[in-house]
């Protein structure tokens, strides 16, 4: 279902994709402690194995990151956080030279040099440039997509106390004032991300889920990652090397809600998820 203008397609290096299709983002941790995946590509050759798989069963975009930033995660000093993305992106620029890549990083230094020295084409940044002014400055120079996710609080806090007098309606208002500030500075191509698991509790993230019609007012696309988390865990008692079944059914949820980019660890399952959703609209369409 959608409402209002939102903008049905996204600039990336100058190439105009469309939204009509969900997008499916892949996830890459270039880190040890990633809550699902970290550890599992300590080399070049399992990068280049893990992003060929990916791209082989449907990833149009791969995100790699080079902090956790799972609940509790400890800081990791900018250089390490840039060498660990750094021989990532060589591999990818040896490998896969058209490959569109999302950086997931806070910093601004980070992002300048990813997308200025090694081509990286979209910021992924989970604070929204709270971490640091300068972040919008540099998205406003680099003009790369920027993805501003909603936290409330920071890894390391956020999952101690978080308080909303309505989860939904607070969100839209932090993207509105926020979204009001980076199209003032000149930044494009704004995807808002409401941050699933980032400051919420479970109860929390299912009212986000159940109302993510309602961020089509802000008219801008929309990009979901529920991609294994303890929203899933929790509620039915796994871990998340089980937590698949529930990713899906969330994803589905999703696309039926609106929502343009998936972030994911299951990229063929997401994209089979996509097509179902997608001939079931048709058929809704046509009846």
């Not at 990791?76 to 890549?101: N, T």
């Not at 992924?124 to 971490?131: C, E, F, K, L, T």
């Not at 003032?184 to 995807?191: P, R």
Request: aromatic share 6%; charged share 25%; hydrophobic share 45%.
């Amino acid at each position: 279902m959608d409402f209002f203008n939102k903008k049905k397609s996204l600039c990336i290096r100058g190439i105009l994709y469309d939204l009509s299709r969900p997008l499916i983002m892949g996830i890459l941790n270039a880190t040890p402690d990633s809550f699902f995946d970290g550890g599992r590509y300590p080399d070049a050759g399992k990068v280049a194995a893990r992003i060929n798989q990916m791209r082989l069963e449907g990833a149009d975009i791969i995100d790699v990151g080079g902090v956790s930033t799972r609940p509790g995660a400890g800081d990791v000093p900018e250089r390490e956080e840039i060498s660990r993305l750094a021989w990532v992106m060589e591999v990818i620029r040896g490998e896969h030279p058209d490959l569109v890549v999302s950086i997931d990083t806070c910093r601004p230094e980070v992002a300048r040099i990813m997308a200025g020295e090694y081509g990286a084409a979209i910021i992924n940044d989970i604070s929204s440039g709270s971490a640091g002014y300068r972040m919008l400055e540099t998205i406003a120079r680099l003009q790369v997509p920027y993805v501003a996710m909603h936290m409330q609080g920071t890894p390391q806090t956020m999952q101690l106390d978080p308080q909303y007098d309505d989860v939904v309606n607070d969100i839209i208002r932090f993207f509105a004032e926020k979204t009001r500030i980076m199209r003032s500075m000149g930044i494009a191509d704004i995807i808002i991300d409401p941050g699933f698991g980032f400051g919420k509790t479970v109860d929390h993230n299912y009212t986000l889920a159940a109302r993510l019609e309602e961020f089509s007012m802000l008219e801008m696309p929309l990009l979901a990652g529920f991609s294994r988390k303890s929203m899933i865990c929790r509620l039915l008692r796994v871990n998340p090397e089980k937590a698949l079944t529930g990713t899906i059914a969330l994803n589905a949820i999703a696309i039926l809600k609106g929502v343009d980019i998936l972030r994911v660890h299951d990229v063929r399952e997401a994209r089979e998820t996509v097509q179902v959703v997608q001939h079931l609209k048709k058929m809704q369409a046509l009846a």
